[in-house]
């Protein structure tokens, strides 16, 4: 069964520091990649995604994502957390004729000043 | 930017009552999702539509139903709203160029008395 997971549900980081939110999925052929970020009380805001290519992606808000075939592995890193970066983050991934999103469970960012 | 609509975005309403969440977007989209989230939790799917008159239940069973009957717009329908329906719900869309990315409104937080 198709599953995206991220082993963590909650991380605390100070402001300033570096950021990586671990995500791994688990498909038959290599998905497209996403990830989201949500506010208290917001939809979803897609920060980037991976199709293909370059394993190395930029998003907006300074984020990026590395694609790891080899570890399965859909990596969110940050080098300079800002406080208002303080959300849920959430991995997913699709892939063949389905066109459904699966999500993780999310990772909850609280940044410390 | 995507522009997807949900209205309202805050609902409290006493069981028994009959609502309808309101989804609109306006990117010509075939591809609609709707999404059911608690505070704090993953986001299960609960209805998806491919197009005009095509609805299908989702990953989660919902006592929902929604129709599909313009492109634009997939409302979200309880007929009986109880507390357990409790819950914020997201609407979501996609195009159908094989892109998989869904674009998130800003959701409906519905409580039910």
């Known amino acids: 069964a198709q599953s995206v997971t991220q082993p963590d549900i909650h991380i605390t980081v100070s402001e300033g520091a570096s950021l990586e939110l671990r995500c791994n999925y688990s498909?038959?052929?290599?998905?497209?990649l996403f990830w989201y970020v949500q506010s208290p009380g917001q939809g979803l805001q897609l920060l980037l995604k991976y199709f293909s290519g370059d394993t190395l992606v930029q998003g907006i808000k300074g984020f990026e994502a590395e694609f790891k075939r080899s570890q399965s592995s859909f990596n969110l890193r940050k080098p300079s957390v800002h406080w208002s970066d303080a959300a849920e983050y959430f991995c997913?991934?699709?892939?063949?004729?389905?066109?459904?999103?699966?999500f993780g469970k999310g990772t909850l960012l609280t940044v410390n000043p | 930017e995507a522009d997807i609509y949900q209205t309202p975005r805050y609902l409290v309403i006493g069981t028994g009552k009959k609502i309808t969440l309101e989804c609109s977007q306006t990117?010509?989209?075939?591809?609609m999702y709707w999404y059911q989230q608690d505070p704090g939790m993953e986001l299960h799917l609960i209805h998806y539509?491919?197009?005009?008159?095509?609805?299908e239940k989702g990953d989660l069973s919902s006592e929902s139903t929604v129709s599909r009957i313009r492109t634009e717009h997939f409302p979200l329908t309880l007929e009986s709203a109880r507390p357990s329906h409790t819950s914020q719900y997201l609407c979501?869309?996609?195009?159908?160029?094989?892109?998989?990315?869904?674009?998130f409104g800003p959701g409906t937080r519905l409580t039910v008395t």
């Open positions: 979501a869309s996609s195009e159908s160029s094989g892109r998989y990315e869904q674009y």
């Open positions: 539509s491919y197009g005009v008159n095509s609805t």
């Open positions: 990117m010509g989209h075939d591809k």
């Open positions: 997913a991934a699709s892939g063949g004729s389905n066109y459904k999103l699966t």
């Open positions: 498909y038959g052929a290599t998905p497209y």
